[in-house]
């Protein structure tokens, strides 16, 4: 029997693989993290250990899993499988993809972490339904209403290529690190350190791409997952404008709990949402509906359009544009129908959204 693999053992990671290769991998890893390893060669036998197991890791060459399953599952591939996994991983409902050697700090992170989950905040992913529909100005106005209320609140920038999020904040000269700052963070990251060095804006923290002519720093995989594991360790809500590019989509969705899709009132964005599913993670999900003046189609309409329930109307100002182009769409964000679309978002978070009060 390999070193670290115990195959009666009760708890420990769960491996599903019949791959010797992977399998060395992995075994390296858990002992790394101080865990047992049970190694099974396909779901149907793995089924029977899956839910007792503290981390569930799948091997790339696995098709299916097991039905009924409770513990989140982790794809695990090598180097060279990269975007194959990730659509592996959506077709079979994996919440999270590790690509080794290059994840393997964060996978073994990840495994010591989940041998002793303390509580963690929620990672609310916003997003549009198709370009321009507003998923920024959605997730700024979310952010400053839960801060007004207590929440420790960190809002982050999860699209590289979105023009920098604190534009819209008017916050280019705050200080604290920004995404590039953060690319060569490997292993676990303290989450104290994480949120004070972060700079803030609206009574919440912000963690933006630079909004510079400059071509983007890449951050690696690992490291934003990395980043955002602190952050759940460390704000009690974490909202991520996901952006709607193929990168952001396959990396920091995956790490939202809950994701919300902005789309506005028209045909064309609810055919473009409906695309857009297909590439999110298998999370609860539910539309924000931007509906303006002469909007073709209704909230119920759209519903059934896209299949999802609608959860917020976002009211439309003739400000908002403006607003977002001279950094005002915090003082928007103070206005009563604002503040009634963001509570219909906090209803909809229910008991997820844990405080420091303990509501």
């Keep these: 029997m390999p070193s670290g693999s115990v195959p009666d053992a009760p708890g420990g990671v769960l491996l599903v693989t019949s791959s010797a290769v992977l399998r060395a991998e992995v075994e ?36 299916e899993l097991p039905p009924r399953r409770r513990t989140p599952a982790v794809m695990v591939g090598l180097d060279g499988e990269g975007d194959s996994l990730w659509h592996l991983a959506a077709a079979l409902g994996a919440e999270r993809v590790a690509v080794l050697p290059d994840a393997a700090a964060w996978l073994a992170d990840h495994l010591s972490r989940s041998r002793s989950p303390g ?16 998923a920024t100005t959605a997730a700024i106005w979310i952010a400053q209403a839960a801060a007004v209320l207590g929440v420790r609140v960190l809002l982050a920038d999860g699209d590289p290529w979105g023009g920098g999020l604190e534009l819209a904040l008017a916050a280019e000269d705050n200080p604290g690190l920004r995404w590039p700052d953060l690319a060569e963070a490997r292993g676990s990251i303290d989450p104290l350190q994480l949120s004070d060095s972060l700079p803030v804006a609206g009574g919440f923290s912000f963690l933006s791409w630079p909004a510079t002519r400059e071509q983007p720093v890449p951050v690696p995989a690992d ?17 991520v404008d996901v952006g709607r590019g193929a990168e ?20 064309r964005a609810a055919v473009a949402a409906v695309r857009l599913l297909q590439e999110l993670p ?41 607003a977002m182009e001279s950094g005002r769409l915090l003082d928007l964000g103070r206005r009563r129908t604002i503040r ?7 209803d909809w978070l229910g008991a997820d959204l844990r405080t420091g009060d303990g509501a």
Excluded: K, N
């Excluded at 089924?47 to 060459?61: I, T």
């Excluded at 009634?340 to 906090?346: D, I, M, Q, T």
């Design 28 to 63: 390296r890893i858990v002992a790394a993290a101080g865990a047992q390893l049970r190694v099974v060669a396909d779901a149907a036998e793995g089924g029977r250990y899956w839910d007792a197991a503290s981390a569930v890791l799948v091997g790339s060459d696995v098709r």
């Design 119 to 134: 509580p963690g905040g929620l990672v609310l992913g916003v997003t549009g339904g198709c370009g321009g529909a507003g």
């Design 223 to 239: 490291a934003a997952a990395g980043v955002l594991d602190a952050a759940r360790r460390g704000f009690e809500l974490v909202v």
């Design 248 to 267: 952001p989509l396959q990396t920091v969705a995956w790490d939202c709990d809950r994701i919300l899709v902005v789309v506005p009132a028209q045909l």
């Design 282 to 322: 298998p999370v609860e999900a539910a539309l924000l509906v931007r509906r303006r003046p002469g909007a073709a189609l209704d909230t119920s309409l759209i519903a059934d359009a896209v299949g999802l329930p609608v959860q917020g109307r976002i009211p439309e100002l003739r400000a908002v544009a403006g």
């Design 340 to 346: 009634h679309f963001a509570a219909a978002v906090r």
